[in-house]
């Protein structure tokens, strides 16, 4: 997948800030010539910021990352946040994840897929 081709972006709920953070996501997306999708089952690729604020927040992230794999295999998915730069179990050796940006990086997300 390049970006160029057309995509279909599922920008994942967070828990922390989920409101800014999926609109953010979704205006990045479009103004790279995504299309935002609502439903994660036929979308190319997740975008999720995820949070460390707490252990149920870390865990809550990697069931949800799990959930978003089984619903849809093919589905690339691509974090950013908090606990993409925390120590601990490496989120990018997850199934469902093709990509761990740092958080310092995320505004450079979709742009690192070309």
Do not use: W, Y
């Not at 975008?47 to 589905?75: F, I, M, Y």
């Amino acid at each position: 997948m390049r970006l160029g081709e057309p995509v279909g972006v599922f920008v994942v709920p967070a828990s922390f800030d989920g409101e800014r953070v999926v609109a953010a996501g979704a205006r990045r997306a479009g103004a790279a010539g995504c299309t935002v999708e609502h439903d994660p089952g036929v979308a190319d690729l997740a975008v999720g910021n995820t949070c460390a604020v707490t252990d149920v927040e870390e865990r809550k992230g990697r069931q949800l990352l799990r959930a978003l794999h089984l619903s849809n295999p093919a589905l690339r998915i691509a974090i950013t946040g908090c606990q993409a730069e925390v120590p601990g179990p490496d989120l990018g050796a997850l199934d469902a994840v093709a990509l761990v940006v740092p958080n310092r990086d995320k505004d450079t997300l979709l742009a690192s897929l070309e």
